[in-house]
C-alpha cells in the first residue's frame, strides 16, 4: 500500500512538473479530463445570467432546426406530387392553358389528340399536386368529348376542361408561394441558424477554452496537477503562498476569461433579441394567407359554371327520363 501511495505522489508530482511545459491546448485537454474524472478542485463557475442566456441560445437553436426541418420542403417543387402517378414527358409538354388553346382549333379526333401530345415548347411542367390534377381533368375532358355524340357539349366534359383551368392556376399561386417562402422565410431563418447561431457557439466554446486555461493555471500553480486515487497532494500551495509570477498568471488568464465571456454575452443577446425570425415567421404566413386567398378566388370563381353545368345536365337527364316512359 505504501508503494502505492509513493507511486500515486510520484506520479503527481510528475505530472505536476510536466504541466508547466505543457501547450495551453494540452493543458486545457488536462483540465478536462481531471473534471470528467471527478479530480478537478474549486471549478470556475459561469454566471447564473450566462447560464440563462446559453439555455436560451439552445432552445432557439432547436426551434430553428424544428421548424426548418419540415418548411424546408417548400424547396422542394414536388411536395405534394402524388407519387402513385406517371406522367409521360409528353404529359409534361405543354400547360393546360396551351393545350385547350390548341384543343379549341381542333376540328377532328385526329386533332384534339395531337393537340394533346404536341411537343414541349419549354421546360417540363411542374409537378405539383394542383397541377396534377389540371393535367389529369383536362385529359379526362378530352376523352369524354371524343365519345360525345349527343347534341351540342358534355357538360362533365366542360366542367373538367374548366376545372383544369382553375386548377393550374391554384398551382402556379402555390409556386409564387413557395417562392416567396424560400426568399422571405427559409433564407432568413437559415441564416439565423448557420451564421448568427454559429457565431453564438464559437463565442460560447471560447468560454469554455479560457475557462479550462483559467483552472488549469489555478490547479498547477497550486501544485494540484492530478492525484492518482486517495493519495496525499503533498506539495499543496495556499493561494497566499503563490510566487508573484505564479498570481500575475492566474490574474492574466481570468482577465481574459471575463473578457471571453461578455464578449459571449453580448453575442447570444445579439442573437436572441433581434427581431429577424418572428419578421420572417410572419413572411410566412402572409405568404400562407396570399395563396389561400388566391385559391379560394379562383375555385370561388369556378363553382358557380360547375354549379350551372351540373343543373343544365340534371336537366338534360330529367327530359330524357322522360322521353324514354
Avoid at 386533332?111 to 415548347?121: D, I, K
Wanted: glycine share 4%; charged share 25%.
Amino acid at each position: 500500500m505504501d508503494n502505492f501511495k509513493a507511486f500515486g505522489n510520484s506520479f503527481g508530482n510528475t505530472m505536476s512538473n510536466f504541466g508547466s511545459s505543457i501547450t495551453p491546448s494540452l493543458s486545457r485537454t488536462f483540465q478536462y479530463t481531471k473534471e470528467q474524472l471527478g479530480q478537478a478542485e474549486d471549478k470556475t463557475e459561469l454566471p447564473p445570467d450566462y447560464i440563462d442566456l446559453e439555455k436560451r441560445v439552445d432552445a432557439l437553436k432547436q426551434v430553428h432546426q424544428k421548424l426548418l426541418a419540415v418548411t424546408s420542403q417548400y424547396s422542394n417543387e414536388a411536395y405534394d406530387y402524388p407519387p402513385n402517378i406517371k406522367e409521360t414527358f409528353q404529359d409534361l409538354g405543354r400547360t393546360v392553358s396551351e393545350k385547350v388553346h390548341l384543343l379549341s382549333s381542333a376540328s377532328s379526333p385526329a386533332e384534339a389528340q395531337a393537340a394533346l401530345t404536341a411537343p414541349p415548347t419549354a421546360k417540363p411542367q411542374p409537378k405539383t399536386f394542383n397541377h396534377a390534377i389540371a393535367r389529369a381533368s383536362l385529359a379526362s375532358s378530352q376523352l369524354l368529348h371524343q365519345q360525345h355524340t349527343g347534341a351540342g357539349e358534355d357538360p362533365f366534359a366542360t366542367a373538367l376542361e374548366k376545372y383544369a383551368l382553375a386548377e393550374e392556376r391554384v398551382g402556379e399561386a402555390r409556386l409564387a408561394q413557395d417562392a416567396q417562402i424560400q426568399s422571405r422565410f427559409l433564407a432568413g431563418w437559415n441564416t439565423t441558424l448557420n451564421t448568427n447561431l454559429v457565431f453564438a457557439t464559437r463565442a460560447r466554446r471560447n468560454v469554455e477554452k479560457t475557462r479550462l486555461t483559467l483552472d488549469s493555471v489555478k490547479s498547477r500553480a497550486k501544485g494540484t496537477t492530478w492525484k492518482m486515487g486517495n493519495s496525499p497532494r503533498e506539495g499543496h500551495h495556499n493561494t497566499d503562498e503563490l510566487s508573484a509570477e505564479a498570481q500575475e498568471e492566474i490574474e492574466k488568464a481570468e482577465d481574459e476569461f471575463v473578457t471571453q465571456t461578455e464578449e459571449a454575452v453580448g453575442v447570444m443577446k445579439n442573437v436572441l433579441d433581434t427581431p429577424e425570425p418572428l419578421r420572417n415567421l410572419a413572411e410566412l404566413i402572409a405568404a400562407q394567407v396570399e395563396y389561400h386567398k388566391k385559391a379560394y378566388e379562383i375555385l370561388n370563381e369556378l363553382a358557380p359554371s360547375i354549379e350551372a353545368l351540373q343543373i343544365q345536365q340534371e336537366e338534360n337527364y330529367r327530359k330524357s327520363r322522360e322521353n324514354a316512359s
